[in-house]
T-cell receptor, first 112, second 110 residues
Framework: DSGVTQTPKHLITATGQRVTLRCSPR?????VYWYQQSLDQGLQFLIH???????AKGNILERFSAQQFPDLHSELNLSSLELGDSALYFC???????????FGDGTRLSIL | DAKTTQPTSMDCAEGRAANLPCNHS???????VYWYRQIHSQGPQYIIH?????ETNEMASLIITEDRKSSTLILPHATLRDTAVYYC???????????WGAGTKLIIKP
């Protein structure tokens, strides 16, 4: 158990819809990272927050947004969903930037 | 572009040492090398990290070359449960973004 909690574990929705993925970091971790992993692909970095502020952006689509709240949990919002958005979405946390990241079990998003 | 290079796949006999190489020739002088593994579709698991010196923990050992352009992860006594995709990564300068390659699919055979 990494200590990082992601909900929901599975999400099935239709094209054009909007979903919110939630992440609770390990106790004491200030950094939260979001990744996308499509079938049999590597991890694609989406975005990094540190103590509530955005620190780095990867190839995150404009239809996607994220935020980190004062209690340090984070949400990833995906809108106008397309079939290609079907993937595993992982959240990771670390004590600070440049420290080892610890990953949650992921949310499997299926777009029908 | 910053990147890491690893073999696509490797086999190792159960009980033997598994040595996984990685090339990270673009790593900056003050950036750590991190190793993670991913079993099936589970979340990646942190294994070990290092800067210059060799490191060892309960899971593995990490050997970093003196010029820091490459490293080797060593699983001393591989078990079937070590079958996974192993990723060698480092941060891209000060961008707080880990560089993830395709990883090495390690298959431990009985």
């Amino acid at each position: 158990d990494s200590g990082v909690t992601q909900t929901p574990k599975h999400l099935i929705t239709a094209t054009g819809q909007r979903v919110t993925l939630r992440c609770s970091p390990r106790s004491g971790d200030l950094s939260v990272y979001w990744y996308q992993q499509s079938l049999d692909q590597g991890l694609q970095f989406l975005i990094h927050y540190y103590n509530g502020e955005e620190r780095a952006k990867g190839n995150i689509l404009e239809r996607f947004s994220a935020q980190q709240f004062p209690d340090l949990h984070s949400e990833l919002n995906l809108s106008s969903l397309e079939l290609g958005d079907s993937a595993l979405y992982f959240c990771a946390s670390s004590v600070a930037p440049h420290q080892p990241q610890h990953f949650g079990d992921g949310t499997r998003l299926s777009i029908l | 572009d910053a990147k890491t290079t690893q073999p696509t796949s490797m086999d190792c006999a159960e009980g033997r040492a598994a040595n996984l190489p990685c090339n990270h020739s673009t790593i900056s002088g003050n950036e750590y090398v991190y190793w993670y593994r991913q079993i099936h579709s589970q979340g990646p698991q942190y294994i070990i990290h290092g800067l210059k010196n060799n490191e060892t923990n309960e899971m593995a050992s990490l050997i970093i070359t003196e010029d820091r352009k490459s490293s080797t992860l060593i699983l001393p006594h591989a078990t079937l449960r070590d079958t996974a995709v192993y990723y060698c990564t480092h941060y891209m300068d000060s961008n707080y973004q880990l560089i993830w390659g395709a990883g090495t699919k390690l298959i431990i055979k009985p």
